[in-house]
Protein backbone atom coordinates (compact mmCIF):
# COMPACT_ATOMS: atom_id res chain seq x y z
CA UNK A 1 0.00 0.00 0.00
CA UNK A 2 0.87 3.29 -0.11
CA UNK A 3 1.97 3.62 3.49
CA UNK A 4 2.62 1.39 6.19
CA UNK A 5 -1.02 0.25 7.46
CA UNK A 6 -0.71 0.71 10.98
CA UNK A 7 0.77 4.11 10.85
CA UNK A 8 -1.79 4.61 8.26
CA UNK A 9 -4.84 3.83 10.27
CA UNK A 10 -3.28 5.38 14.07
CA UNK A 11 -3.13 8.47 11.81
CA UNK A 12 -6.96 8.62 11.90
CA UNK A 13 -8.74 9.56 14.90
CA UNK A 14 -12.29 7.47 15.85
CA UNK A 15 -14.26 10.42 14.94
CA UNK A 16 -13.29 10.57 11.29
CA UNK A 17 -13.69 7.14 10.73
CA UNK A 18 -17.57 6.73 12.07
CA UNK A 19 -17.82 10.26 9.43
CA UNK A 20 -16.73 8.07 6.85
CA UNK A 21 -18.40 5.02 7.68
CA UNK A 22 -21.64 7.11 7.89
CA UNK A 23 -21.43 8.65 4.43
CA UNK A 24 -20.36 5.23 2.86
CA UNK A 25 -23.63 3.49 4.39
CA UNK A 26 -25.42 6.73 2.69
CA UNK A 27 -23.43 6.48 -0.79
CA UNK A 28 -23.94 2.84 -0.33
CA UNK A 29 -27.91 3.45 -0.38
CA UNK A 30 -27.96 5.63 -3.73
CA UNK A 31 -25.10 2.96 -5.75
CA UNK A 32 -28.15 0.47 -4.87
CA UNK A 33 -31.01 2.63 -5.74
CA UNK A 34 -28.70 3.62 -9.18
CA UNK A 35 -28.70 -0.10 -9.78
CA UNK A 36 -31.85 -1.20 -9.14
CA UNK A 37 -33.71 2.01 -10.87
CA UNK A 38 -31.64 1.64 -14.05
CA UNK A 39 -31.96 -1.76 -14.68
CA UNK A 40 -35.86 -1.56 -13.70
CA UNK A 41 -35.86 1.34 -15.90
CA UNK A 42 -34.81 -1.03 -18.75
CA UNK A 43 -31.02 -0.58 -18.69
CA UNK A 44 -28.92 -3.14 -19.28
CA UNK A 45 -27.16 -4.61 -16.07
CA UNK A 46 -23.34 -4.03 -17.40
CA UNK A 47 -24.66 -0.36 -18.13
CA UNK A 48 -24.93 1.12 -13.98
CA UNK A 49 -22.24 -1.39 -13.50
CA UNK A 50 -19.51 -0.69 -15.86
CA UNK A 51 -20.25 3.53 -15.52
CA UNK A 52 -20.18 3.09 -11.54
CA UNK A 53 -16.78 1.71 -11.78
CA UNK A 54 -15.13 3.49 -14.43
CA UNK A 55 -17.31 7.35 -14.07
CA UNK A 56 -17.60 6.61 -10.40
CA UNK A 57 -19.30 10.13 -9.87
CA UNK A 58 -23.19 9.23 -8.61
CA UNK A 59 -24.50 12.87 -9.75
CA UNK A 60 -23.18 12.39 -12.97
CA UNK A 61 -24.19 8.55 -13.11
CA UNK A 62 -27.58 9.83 -12.22
CA UNK A 63 -27.80 12.51 -14.25
CA UNK A 64 -26.74 10.52 -17.91
CA UNK A 65 -28.46 7.43 -17.14
CA UNK A 66 -31.59 9.92 -16.28
CA UNK A 67 -31.04 11.77 -19.86
CA UNK A 68 -31.20 8.12 -21.61
CA UNK A 69 -34.04 6.60 -19.71
CA UNK A 70 -36.09 9.51 -20.54
CA UNK A 71 -35.48 9.26 -24.18
CA UNK A 72 -32.34 11.96 -24.51
CA UNK A 73 -29.51 11.25 -26.70
CA UNK A 74 -26.50 10.03 -25.55
CA UNK A 75 -24.20 12.86 -26.57
CA UNK A 76 -26.79 14.93 -24.18
CA UNK A 77 -26.38 12.61 -21.41
CA UNK A 78 -22.09 12.41 -21.90
CA UNK A 79 -22.37 16.30 -21.98
CA UNK A 80 -24.53 16.73 -19.16
CA UNK A 81 -22.26 14.03 -16.96
CA UNK A 82 -19.20 16.40 -17.90
CA UNK A 83 -20.72 19.60 -17.29
CA UNK A 84 -21.29 18.14 -13.56
CA UNK A 85 -17.66 16.40 -12.97
CA UNK A 86 -15.94 19.84 -14.33
CA UNK A 87 -15.76 20.48 -10.70
CA UNK A 88 -13.65 17.77 -10.41
CA UNK A 89 -11.31 19.72 -12.08
CA UNK A 90 -10.47 22.16 -8.71
CA UNK A 91 -11.13 19.33 -6.65
CA UNK A 92 -7.97 17.76 -8.08
CA UNK A 93 -5.57 20.71 -7.12
CA UNK A 94 -6.73 21.10 -4.50
CA UNK A 95 -6.12 17.60 -2.87
CA UNK A 96 -3.19 17.03 -4.71
CA UNK A 97 -0.74 16.71 -2.23
CA UNK A 98 -2.82 14.49 -0.28
CA UNK A 99 -2.87 11.97 -3.55
CA UNK A 100 0.69 11.54 -4.03
CA UNK A 101 3.94 12.01 -5.55
CA UNK A 102 4.73 8.82 -7.08
CA UNK A 103 3.02 8.42 -10.77
CA UNK A 104 1.15 5.36 -10.01
CA UNK A 105 -0.33 6.75 -6.73
CA UNK A 106 -1.77 9.87 -9.06
CA UNK A 107 -3.44 7.42 -11.41
CA UNK A 108 -5.10 5.78 -8.65
CA UNK A 109 -5.88 8.09 -6.49
CA UNK A 110 -7.38 10.49 -9.43
CA UNK A 111 -9.96 8.24 -9.60
CA UNK A 112 -10.79 8.58 -5.97
CA UNK A 113 -11.74 12.12 -5.85
CA UNK A 114 -15.28 12.93 -5.37
CA UNK A 115 -17.41 15.35 -3.73
CA UNK A 116 -17.05 13.02 0.01
CA UNK A 117 -13.25 12.49 -0.10
CA UNK A 118 -12.17 16.08 -1.10
CA UNK A 119 -14.40 17.27 1.85
CA UNK A 120 -13.27 14.90 4.26
CA UNK A 121 -9.33 15.43 3.40
CA UNK A 122 -10.25 19.30 3.68
CA UNK A 123 -11.19 18.81 7.35
CA UNK A 124 -7.45 17.43 8.11
CA UNK A 125 -4.73 20.19 8.06
CA UNK A 126 -1.50 17.92 8.72
CA UNK A 127 -0.14 16.47 5.83
CA UNK A 128 0.36 12.72 6.94
CA UNK A 129 -3.68 12.97 8.35
CA UNK A 130 -4.75 14.28 4.76
CA UNK A 131 -2.74 11.60 2.85
CA UNK A 132 -4.56 8.84 5.10
CA UNK A 133 -7.97 10.62 5.54
CA UNK A 134 -8.19 10.68 1.49
CA UNK A 135 -6.83 7.10 0.59
CA UNK A 136 -9.03 5.66 3.21
CA UNK A 137 -12.58 7.77 2.44
CA UNK A 138 -11.54 7.29 -1.29
CA UNK A 139 -11.06 3.20 -1.00
CA UNK A 140 -14.00 2.55 1.57
CA UNK A 141 -16.56 4.74 -1.17
CA UNK A 142 -15.23 2.55 -4.30
CA UNK A 143 -15.66 -0.59 -2.50
CA UNK A 144 -19.00 0.46 -0.88
CA UNK A 145 -20.34 2.31 -4.34
CA UNK A 146 -19.64 -0.30 -6.26
CA UNK A 147 -20.74 -3.48 -4.45
CA UNK A 148 -23.80 -1.51 -3.60
CA UNK A 149 -24.24 -0.86 -7.47
CA UNK A 150 -24.04 -4.24 -8.24
CA UNK A 151 -26.51 -5.30 -4.98
CA UNK A 152 -28.86 -2.84 -6.14
CA UNK A 153 -29.00 -4.39 -10.27
CA UNK A 154 -29.51 -7.72 -8.51
CA UNK A 155 -32.68 -6.16 -6.73
CA UNK A 156 -33.48 -4.36 -9.69
CA UNK A 157 -33.84 -7.65 -11.75
CA UNK A 158 -36.34 -8.87 -9.34
CA UNK A 159 -38.21 -5.56 -7.81
CA UNK A 160 -40.85 -4.79 -10.53
CA UNK A 161 -41.56 -1.19 -9.56
CA UNK A 162 -38.85 0.27 -7.91
CA UNK A 163 -40.89 3.54 -7.14
CA UNK A 164 -42.88 1.15 -4.81
CA UNK A 165 -40.16 1.43 -2.15
CA UNK A 166 -39.67 5.14 -2.78
CA UNK A 167 -36.15 5.04 -4.19
CA UNK A 168 -36.65 7.71 -6.51
CA UNK A 169 -36.94 10.17 -3.76
CA UNK A 170 -33.17 9.17 -2.57
CA UNK A 171 -31.14 10.25 -5.21
CA UNK A 172 -32.76 13.75 -5.17
CA UNK A 173 -32.56 14.12 -1.61
CA UNK A 174 -28.35 12.89 -1.43
CA UNK A 175 -27.81 15.68 -4.08
CA UNK A 176 -29.66 17.93 -1.74
CA UNK A 177 -28.14 17.52 1.50
CA UNK A 178 -24.84 17.64 -0.53
CA UNK A 179 -25.60 21.01 -1.77
CA UNK A 180 -27.09 22.70 0.74
CA UNK A 181 -24.33 23.87 2.48
CA UNK A 182 -23.14 25.65 -1.05
CA UNK A 183 -26.54 27.65 -0.75
CA UNK A 184 -25.41 29.64 2.19
CA UNK A 185 -23.90 31.88 -0.04
CA UNK A 186 -26.35 34.52 -1.24
CA UNK A 187 -24.93 34.79 -5.43
CA UNK A 188 -24.67 31.28 -5.14
CA UNK A 189 -28.52 30.85 -3.94
CA UNK A 190 -29.54 33.10 -6.07
CA UNK A 191 -28.25 31.50 -9.41
CA UNK A 192 -29.21 28.19 -8.17
CA UNK A 193 -32.96 29.01 -7.66
CA UNK A 194 -33.35 31.11 -10.57
CA UNK A 195 -31.56 27.73 -12.56
CA UNK A 196 -33.75 24.96 -11.12
CA UNK A 197 -37.07 27.36 -12.15
CA UNK A 198 -35.68 27.33 -15.33
CA UNK A 199 -35.01 23.75 -15.60
CA UNK A 200 -38.04 22.95 -14.42
CA UNK A 201 -40.31 25.13 -16.84
CA UNK A 202 -38.39 24.03 -19.62
CA UNK A 203 -38.47 20.33 -19.04
CA UNK A 204 -41.98 19.90 -20.65
CA UNK A 205 -40.91 21.26 -24.02
CA UNK A 206 -37.23 20.28 -24.27
CA UNK A 207 -35.47 16.91 -25.06
CA UNK A 208 -34.02 15.25 -21.80
CA UNK A 209 -30.96 16.51 -20.13
CA UNK A 210 -31.05 19.91 -22.05
CA UNK A 211 -33.18 21.44 -18.98
CA UNK A 212 -30.37 20.61 -16.46
CA UNK A 213 -27.93 22.58 -19.21
CA UNK A 214 -30.10 25.60 -19.78
CA UNK A 215 -30.28 26.24 -16.03
CA UNK A 216 -26.37 27.45 -16.09
CA UNK A 217 -28.34 30.72 -17.27
CA UNK A 218 -28.82 31.15 -13.80
CA UNK A 219 -25.21 31.72 -13.68
CA UNK A 220 -25.78 35.27 -14.52
CA UNK A 221 -27.58 35.92 -10.87
CA UNK A 222 -24.30 34.78 -9.21
CA UNK A 223 -22.66 37.91 -9.17
CA UNK A 224 -19.08 38.56 -8.22
CA UNK A 225 -17.43 37.22 -5.34
CA UNK A 226 -17.92 39.06 -1.96
CA UNK A 227 -15.10 41.21 -2.65
CA UNK A 228 -11.86 39.26 -1.81
CA UNK A 229 -13.22 38.02 1.12
CA UNK A 230 -10.37 34.89 1.76
CA UNK A 231 -12.05 32.98 -1.04
CA UNK A 232 -12.86 30.27 1.17
CA UNK A 233 -12.00 26.55 -0.52
CA UNK A 234 -14.44 26.51 -2.59
CA UNK A 235 -14.39 22.80 -2.70
CA UNK A 236 -16.10 23.60 1.11
CA UNK A 237 -18.74 25.54 -0.59
CA UNK A 238 -19.68 22.68 -2.86
CA UNK A 239 -19.53 19.93 -0.73
CA UNK B 1 -26.81 3.55 -23.32
CA UNK B 2 -23.74 3.13 -25.76
CA UNK B 3 -20.42 1.89 -24.19
CA UNK B 4 -18.73 4.74 -26.31
CA UNK B 5 -20.78 6.87 -24.67
CA UNK B 6 -19.72 5.51 -20.95
CA UNK B 7 -16.25 5.70 -22.07
CA UNK B 8 -16.61 8.90 -23.09
CA UNK B 9 -18.00 10.14 -19.82
CA UNK B 10 -15.44 8.29 -18.18
CA UNK B 11 -12.46 9.66 -20.04
CA UNK B 12 -13.18 13.15 -19.65
CA UNK B 13 -14.13 13.02 -15.84
CA UNK B 14 -10.60 11.21 -15.31
CA UNK B 15 -8.90 13.73 -17.41
CA UNK B 16 -10.95 16.85 -14.89
CA UNK B 17 -9.47 14.52 -12.21
CA UNK B 18 -5.97 13.75 -13.17
CA UNK B 19 -5.38 17.22 -13.91
CA UNK B 20 -4.73 18.40 -10.23
CA UNK B 21 -2.26 15.94 -8.67
CA UNK B 22 -0.46 16.12 -12.33
CA UNK B 23 -0.04 19.96 -12.96
CA UNK B 24 -0.38 21.11 -9.61
CA UNK B 25 3.45 22.35 -9.88
CA UNK B 26 3.32 23.89 -13.18
CA UNK B 27 -0.27 25.53 -13.18
CA UNK B 28 -2.92 26.94 -11.00
CA UNK B 29 -6.38 28.02 -11.88
CA UNK B 30 -7.19 31.65 -10.87
CA UNK B 31 -9.28 32.31 -8.70
CA UNK B 32 -11.93 33.39 -10.84
CA UNK B 33 -12.17 30.61 -12.13
CA UNK B 34 -12.73 28.26 -9.37
CA UNK B 35 -15.47 30.27 -8.40
CA UNK B 36 -16.99 30.57 -11.46
CA UNK B 37 -16.99 26.36 -11.86
CA UNK B 38 -18.13 25.93 -7.86
CA UNK B 39 -20.96 28.49 -8.19
CA UNK B 40 -21.78 25.88 -11.83
CA UNK B 41 -21.67 22.92 -9.89
CA UNK B 42 -24.27 24.19 -7.14
CA UNK B 43 -26.52 25.53 -9.75
CA UNK B 44 -26.46 22.05 -11.64
CA UNK B 45 -27.22 20.44 -8.72
CA UNK B 46 -29.87 22.24 -7.64
CA UNK B 47 -31.43 22.11 -10.99
CA UNK B 48 -30.60 18.51 -11.07
CA UNK B 49 -32.59 18.04 -7.93
CA UNK B 50 -35.44 20.05 -8.89
CA UNK B 51 -35.91 18.41 -12.31
CA UNK B 52 -35.22 14.54 -10.49
CA UNK B 53 -37.54 15.68 -7.57
CA UNK B 54 -40.48 16.95 -9.76
CA UNK B 55 -40.63 15.87 -12.95
CA UNK B 56 -41.06 12.34 -14.93
CA UNK B 57 -40.41 12.63 -18.45
CA UNK B 58 -41.97 15.64 -19.74
CA UNK B 59 -44.63 16.02 -16.72
CA UNK B 60 -45.11 16.30 -13.01
CA UNK B 61 -43.93 13.51 -10.87
CA UNK B 62 -46.80 13.25 -8.64
CA UNK B 63 -46.73 14.22 -4.94
CA UNK B 64 -45.29 11.36 -3.27
CA UNK B 65 -41.37 11.88 -4.71
CA UNK B 66 -41.03 15.78 -3.81
CA UNK B 67 -43.01 15.38 -0.45
CA UNK B 68 -39.99 12.85 0.26
CA UNK B 69 -37.22 14.55 -0.71
CA UNK B 70 -38.63 17.72 1.20
CA UNK B 71 -38.67 15.53 4.48
CA UNK B 72 -35.10 14.77 3.62
CA UNK B 73 -33.92 18.13 2.99
CA UNK B 74 -35.97 19.64 6.23
CA UNK B 75 -33.97 16.57 8.22
CA UNK B 76 -30.26 17.88 6.28
CA UNK B 77 -30.90 20.96 7.40
CA UNK B 78 -31.21 19.70 10.79
CA UNK B 79 -27.95 18.17 10.66
CA UNK B 80 -29.44 14.64 10.67
CA UNK B 81 -26.96 12.12 9.83
CA UNK B 82 -26.94 11.43 6.51
CA UNK B 83 -28.16 7.99 6.11
CA UNK B 84 -31.32 8.70 7.98
CA UNK B 85 -31.77 11.94 5.75
CA UNK B 86 -31.76 8.97 2.38
CA UNK B 87 -34.15 6.49 4.18
CA UNK B 88 -36.74 8.88 5.50
CA UNK B 89 -36.92 10.58 2.67
CA UNK B 90 -37.42 6.68 0.34
CA UNK B 91 -39.45 5.80 3.07
CA UNK B 92 -42.17 8.35 3.42
CA UNK B 93 -42.53 8.63 -0.70
CA UNK B 94 -42.98 5.17 -0.10
CA UNK B 95 -45.61 4.97 2.77
CA UNK B 96 -47.50 8.18 0.51
CA UNK B 97 -47.85 6.26 -2.52
CA UNK B 98 -48.73 3.07 -0.73
CA UNK B 99 -51.80 5.19 0.79
CA UNK B 100 -52.47 6.15 -2.80
CA UNK B 101 -50.75 9.83 -3.24
CA UNK B 102 -49.44 9.29 -7.17
New interface residues.
Given amino acids: MILDMRSFWRTLDHGSLRDIS??C??DA??GA?FGAITVSGG?HPS?PI??SV????G??Q?????V?L??GS??A??LA?????????????????A??GRWWT??L???L?TDETVAFTLRQHERQRRRATFWACGLALFLCWNVAVVLGVLAGAVMRNT??????????????????P??ADR??RH???A??????AA???LP?GL??LL??A??VL?GR?AATVA?PD??L??R | MPLLAIAALAAGTYAFRLAGPVFRHRMRIPDRVQRLLSVATAVLLTALVATAALTQGHGFAGWARPAGVLVGGVLAVRRAPFPVVVIAAAATTAVLRFSGVP
Fill in positions: LVLAIVSLVTMLVFAGAFAAAGVAGPAAVGLVLNARLLPYGFTVADVGRLGAQIGDFGLDAAFPTVLLALVLSLGTAALGAVIAVTPFAPVALGLAPDPVEV
